[in-house]
């Protein structure tokens, strides 16, 4: 494992138990096991680190959507569907990770540039969508309401609501409605 995968192991753990405002880089070095100094060679202070976090929670996300569009048989359907099942797979286990974000986010906006580029990276793909744009968009956004009332812990969906809602999700990502 690289030093910066280390470091960014620490601090995501560190985030996710203290939260980022009581992140400090002496806590995320000593749990790295290397000097603040040597943290600070690889990120330039905590804002750096805190985007970093972010872009590569990003990275791990396109790949995992990558693993599944690979196993998708109609490729003009399966980039879109791949990107609702990435997003849906991942609600419990980000939800955690964004809610210690939260907090770093709404105190510097700046700190979401990875993500800016990232969404509107997934924006242009919506125009490959073989359902179109519009439709793409409206699914995705119903898989982002999903997201943030699971990570809020606020859904009112009941666990058989929640799977019908997934399953028209789903099925609307490869047919017009």
């Known amino acids: 494992m690289s030093t910066k995968d280390r470091i960014l192991n620490a601090a995501e753990a560190l985030a996710c138990e203290v939260g980022t405002a009581s992140l400090t880089l002496d806590a995320v070095a000593e749990r790295a096991r290397l000097s603040k100094g040597g943290l600070l060679y690889h990120f330039g202070g905590k804002d750096a680190l805190l985007e970093a976090m972010l872009a590569r929670r990003l990275e ?77 968009i409206l699914l995705w956004l119903a898989v982002e309401g999903l997201r943030f009332h699971e990570m809020f812990e606020v859904s009112p969906l009941t666990p058989a609501e929640r799977r019908r809602i997934v399953g028209l999700v789903l099925e609307y990502s490869e047919r017009k409605f």
């Open 60 to 136: 791990l996300f396109e790949q995992v959507q990558s693993a599944i569009g690979g196993r998708q048989a109609d490729p003009g359907s399966g980039k879109l569907r791949a990107f609702l099942q990435a997003g849906l797979d991942d609600l419990t286990e980000s939800a955690q990770f964004c809610r210690a974000m939260l907090a770093a986010v709404f105190s510097n906006p700046a700190l979401l540039k990875p993500v800016r580029a990232f969404l509107k990276r997934k924006l242009k793909e919506m125009d490959e969508a073989a359902v179109g744009r519009d439709q793409a």
